[in-house]
Each structure stands twice: as structure tokens, then as C-alpha cells.
């Protein structure tokens, strides 16, 4: 990971299902106030993991449906692969390491011979992870005979079992926590181990992350029986492991304020924006603050706005440019004025924005270009456009006193989905 040249300030691990994800959320509103966090205070010096069971055929379906972020690195099929960046660049040394003691057609052959044992999609069956489902009574037993077969071939295999019904298995040095570890010892080589290290699960194959020496955990407070039982069993005295009381990503959110990782208010839990200046002095924080106010306008949520209004108007550059991804441009200032005709015109509707991969390059002593992916969900609808912002703080030493906006550049994305009509960007 080459994106930071220090060590990260702080580095989330966290599973996805249940845990990010919400699937009883069909608002995801939790996962959007993990992600307005995330963009505001940590995007620039932090670093985002996913470590999900899902393969990537499943992680990429996950993500057309849900708001997620671009995570840093991702974690699939159980820890069995590893991949970094927006490009998800494979990290093939993993694998090599994976190939020991490991055959997967003697793994198959004799999972066969277990009728209790229902083979999962074809998706889901990766290079060095064999799944199944099997109910929950039958789990222990089953797993006990297979690994005796297995150590009759010679395997050295793991059994985990998730969700109160997946079973997986996985060559020995593979899981999520090895997964983990491998990153970890990586990082301390290049001399860039993260300050801190936060892990987040919720179910059985999540267990491994919390047994990492000196990792902060949280299990959501959804988390399933099996891995409260693994905690109560191997880590109940670790001060570091909490068991949240919030759900999915609002427990994550929790853990970062209970362990004191940093700052753990949301913009979205933010009423009055005027009211917060002054500890967020990075520019990633004000322009997520930005679409989550464009947001809240077109909703109809914004009482009393016209001294914002006034505020991001006197933000603007007289002479500041917004080129639309259509290509037309108007000056910003008349931007902030032709909001007040769509005022509240997504109002009782579903209308959500979010920012994706929020990136500041410095470029003067007060100057920073900062790119991101805007998204706009409406209705069915999702579009996604390229932004470029070049924005400066007024005062060199202390941005705390405001940001000029001086340029915002859109195109569209090709990673927007579902896109039917491009004609209504405002910003
Ligand atoms: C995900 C995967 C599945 C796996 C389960 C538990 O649901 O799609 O294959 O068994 O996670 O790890
Ligand atoms: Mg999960």
C-alpha cells in the first residue's frame, strides 16, 4: 500500500455483512454515517480494509447494492485473497504461502462423502476455499471426521463455521486473522505499521481478527452466538475486545469513540455546520460537509439555511468555475444561487449522497486539489461522477478559519451504474 508514506493513523478491518452492512437497514443510514466519518477525518491518513467471506464475484454485487466505500485493501473468500487499491491489484505472495499442505480436489473428494454437507454456489468455491452449508447441530461433528480424513492425506486444514450455517474450509495458514497478520508484519518491514489497528466482526469466521496481539475489537451488537461463545471462551478478559451496543457500522462508529482512535462524530449526526468549524481543518471535511448539506437540501431537512447559504456563497472564488460533467460551466457563486429552485424537490422521496475516496494532494503552502467520487442515489437511480475540487484555506497556517473554493470540475464515471438520464446535476 503505497497511497500513505507514513504509517496509518488508524487501520479499520472490518467484515462486511452484518457488520458494515446492515441488510435490516434498508435506509443505510448507519453505514452512511460510518462513511461521512470516514471521508471527513480519516480517508487522508488512515487506511480502509474489508475482509469479508464473500468471493469477489459476491464483494462486487455487495457493492452495486449497498453505499460502500472503496476500501484500501480487500480481504475476500475468508482471508484466502488479498487485493490493493481501486484496482484490487492481487497480492500473489499470499497465495504462494496458501499452497502449503493444501489439495483441493482430496478437499472436495471426501467432503462428498458427508450427506450432511450441501455444496455451496459455484462462486463461491475459490482456489483455497471449499464451502458448504450444514446445519447447526450437525456442525461440530461433521468438522471433527473431516479433519480426520484430511490429516489422513496429509492436509493441514481449517474448519470454520459462520452464520449458523456456512462452513468453510481453508488451507491452515489462511482465515481472516492470518490474513491479517500477513499485512501487519508487511507493514512493519516497509516501517509502517499503523499507530492503531481496529478490527470489526460479527460472526464465527471474524473470530481470528480478535485474537491479533494488540488490535483494538469490536463484535457489533448483532454479532452471532458462535463468535460471542469463542469470546467468552479464549478472550473475555481482553480490555481491547468490546461488544458494542450499537448495530453494524453505528458499533464501529462506538468503538472508535470508547477506545479514543479519534474523532467519532459523524457530519451526519451534525445539525448546524456553522456550529463545527473549528476541529476539522482538513479539506476532505469541508467538502463532504458540502454534499451532506446539498443533500439535506434537496430534502427538505434544512431549517434556517440562509446564513449557510451566505456562508458558502462568501466560500466561493468571485472568479471560481464549475464545469459540469456535461461540459457546461457557470461560475460557482451562480451555482449557490440556482440551488434555491430546486430546494427540497427530492423531499419524501429517496434521495441519498455520498463521497467516495475523498484525496487531497497539497499543491501550495494553502492550496490542495482534492479528487473524489460523488454519488447520488435517487429513487432507483445511481449515478457517480468524477470530481475534482481545488480548494484553498484562507489562512496558510490554520485552515480552521474557512476554505475559499476555487474550481470543481465533474465527468462521469464509468463505475456509475443504472444511468439513465444525465441532465440533472446541480453539483
Ligand atoms: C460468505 C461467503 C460464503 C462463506 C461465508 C462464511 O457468505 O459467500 O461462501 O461460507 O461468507 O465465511
Ligand atoms: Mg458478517
Same mark, same amino acid.
Given at each position: 500500500?503505497?497511497?500513505?508514506?507514513?504509517?496509518?493513523?488508524?487501520m479499520i478491518v472490518?467484515?462486511?455483512?452484518h457488520?458494515?452492512?446492515?441488510h435490516?437497514?434498508?435506509?443505510?443510514?448507519?453505514?452512511? /454515517?460510518?462513511n461521512a466519518?470516514? *471521508? +471527513?477525518?480519516?480517508?487522508h491518513?488512515s487506511? &480502509?480494509v474489508?475482509? @469479508?467471506?464473500?468471493s =469477489?464475484?459476491?464483494y462486487?454485487?455487495?457493492?452495486?447494492?449497498?453505499?460502500?466505500?472503496?476500501?484500501d485493501i480487500?480481504?475476500?473468500s475468508?482471508?484466502?485473497e488479498?487485493?490493493?487499491?481501486n484496482?484490487?491489484?492481487?497480492?500473489?505472495?499470499w497465495?504462494?504461502?496458501?499452497?502449503?499442505?493444501w489439495? /483441493?480436489?482430496?478437499?472436495?473428494? *471426501? +467432503?462428498?462423502?458427508?450427506?450432511?454437507?450441501? &455444496?455451496?454456489?459455484e @462462486?463461491?468455491?475459490? =482456489?483455497?476455499?471449499?464451502?458448504f452449508y450444514?446445519e447447526?447441530?450437525?456442525?461440530?461433528?461433521?468438522?471433527k471426521?473431516?479433519?480426520?480424513r484430511?490429516?489422513?492425506?496429509?492436509l493441514?486444514v481449517k474448519?470454520?463455521?459462520?452464520?449458523?450455517?456456512d462452513?468453510?474450509?481453508?488451507?491452515?495458514?489462511?482465515g481472516?486473522?492470518?490474513?491479517?497478520a500477513y499485512?501487519?508484519?508487511?507493514?512493519?518491514t516497509?516501517?509502517?505499521?499503523?499507530?492503531?489497528?481496529?478490527?470489526?466482526?460479527?460472526?464465527?469466521n471474524?473470530?481470528?481478527?480478535?485474537?491479533?496481539?494488540?488490535?483494538?475489537g469490536v463484535?457489533?451488537?448483532?454479532?452471532q452466538?458462535?463468535?460471542?461463545?469463542?469470546?467468552?471462551?479464549?478472550?473475555?478478559n481482553?480490555p481491547?475486545i468490546?461488544?458494542a451496543t450499537?448495530?453494524?457500522?453505528?458499533?464501529?462508529?462506538q468503538a472508535?469513540?470508547?477506545f479514543?482512535?479519534?474523532?467519532?462524530?459523524?457530519?451526519r449526526?451534525?445539525?448546524?455546520?456553522?456550529?463545527?468549524?473549528?476541529?476539522n481543518v482538513?479539506p476532505?471535511?469541508?467538502?463532504v460537509k458540502?454534499?451532506?448539506?446539498?443533500e439535506?437540501?434537496?430534502?427538505a431537512?434544512?431549517?434556517n439555511?440562509?446564513?449557510?447559504?451566505?456562508?458558502?456563497?462568501?466560500?466561493?472564488d468571485?472568479s471560481g468555475?464549475h464545469?459540469?460533467?456535461?461540459g457546461?460551466?457557470h461560475?460557482?457563486?451562480d451555482?449557490?444561487?440556482g440551488m434555491?429552485?430546486?430546494?427540497?424537490?427530492?423531499q419524501?422521496k429517496?434521495?441519498?449522497?455520498?463521497?467516495d475516496?475523498?484525496?487531497?494532494?497539497?499543491?501550495?503552502?494553502?492550496t490542495?486539489?482534492?479528487?473524489?467520487?460523488?454519488?447520488?442515489?435517487?429513487?432507483?437511480?445511481?449515478?457517480?461522477?468524477?470530481?475534482?475540487?481545488?480548494?484553498?484555506?484562507?489562512?496558510?497556517?490554520?485552515?480552521?478559519?474557512?476554505f475559499?473554493?476555487?474550481?470543481?470540475?465533474q465527468t462521469?464515471s464509468?463505475?456509475?451504474t443504472?444511468?439513465?438520464?444525465h441532465?440533472?446535476?446541480?453539483?
Open positions: 500500500m503505497d497511497r500513505l508514506k507514513t504509517p496509518a493513523r488508524l472490518s467484515d462486511l455483512d457488520t458494515m452492512v446492515d435490516h437497514d434498508s435506509e443505510n443510514l448507519s453505514l452512511l /454515517r460510518f466519518l470516514w *471521508e +471527513s477525518n480519516y480517508r491518513d487506511l &480502509l474489508f475482509s @469479508t467471506g464473500r =469477489p464475484v459476491l462486487k454485487k455487495l457493492r452495486e447494492e449497498k453505499p460502500m466505500l472503496t476500501p480487500t480481504i475476500m475468508v482471508g484466502t488479498i487485493t490493493y487499491g484496482f484490487m491489484v492481487p497480492d500473489d505472495g497465495v504462494e504461502i496458501l499452497n502449503q499442505k489439495d /483441493r480436489s482430496i478437499v472436495i473428494e *471426501e +467432503s462428498k462423502k458427508f450427506p450432511e454437507l450441501t &455444496l455451496q454456489a @462462486t463461491e468455491l475459490r =482456489p483455497h476455499k471449499v464451502s450444514v447447526k447441530d450437525k456442525a461440530q461433528a461433521v468438522s471426521a473431516l479433519m480426520e484430511f490429516e489422513k492425506h496429509g493441514d474448519i470454520i463455521y459462520s452464520g449458523g450455517m462452513l468453510d474450509i481453508l488451507p491452515q495458514g489462511a481472516k486473522g492470518q490474513a491479517l499485512l501487519l508484519k508487511k507493514f512493519k516497509e516501517g509502517k505499521l499503523p499507530n492503531n489497528t481496529l478490527v470489526c466482526g460479527d460472526s464465527g471474524d473470530a481470528e481478527l480478535f485474537s491479533i496481539p494488540e488490535v483494538y463484535m457489533v451488537s448483532n454479532a452466538e458462535e463468535l460471542l461463545k469463542w469470546h467468552a471462551e479464549n478472550a473475555k481482553n481491547k468490546i461488544h450499537e448495530r453494524c457500522a453505528a458499533g464501529i462508529i472508535i469513540g470508547h479514543g482512535l479519534g474523532p467519532n462524530t459523524s457530519p449526526d451534525v445539525m448546524d455546520f456553522l456550529d463545527c468549524k473549528l476541529e482538513n476532505g471535511h469541508e467538502i458540502f454534499y451532506l448539506f446539498y439535506r437540501w434537496r430534502r431537512e434544512v431549517e439555511f440562509e446564513p449557510y447559504l451566505a456562508s458558502l456563497k462568501a466560500a466561493c468571485p468555475v464545469v459540469e460533467p456535461t457546461s460551466e461560475s460557482l457563486c451555482g449557490i444561487d434555491r429552485s430546486i430546494y427540497g424537490d427530492k419524501g429517496q434521495f441519498r449522497v455520498w463521497i475516496r475523498v484525496l487531497p494532494t497539497q499543491i501550495s503552502s494553502n490542495w486539489l482534492v479528487t473524489l467520487n460523488k454519488w447520488e442515489l435517487s429513487g432507483e437511480e445511481c449515478k457517480c461522477c468524477k470530481t475534482t475540487v481545488i480548494i484553498s484555506s484562507k489562512d496558510a497556517a490554520v485552515a480552521s478559519d474557512g475559499t473554493w476555487l474550481h470543481v470540475h462521469w464509468e463505475e456509475e443504472n444511468l439513465k438520464d441532465s440533472t446535476i446541480i453539483f
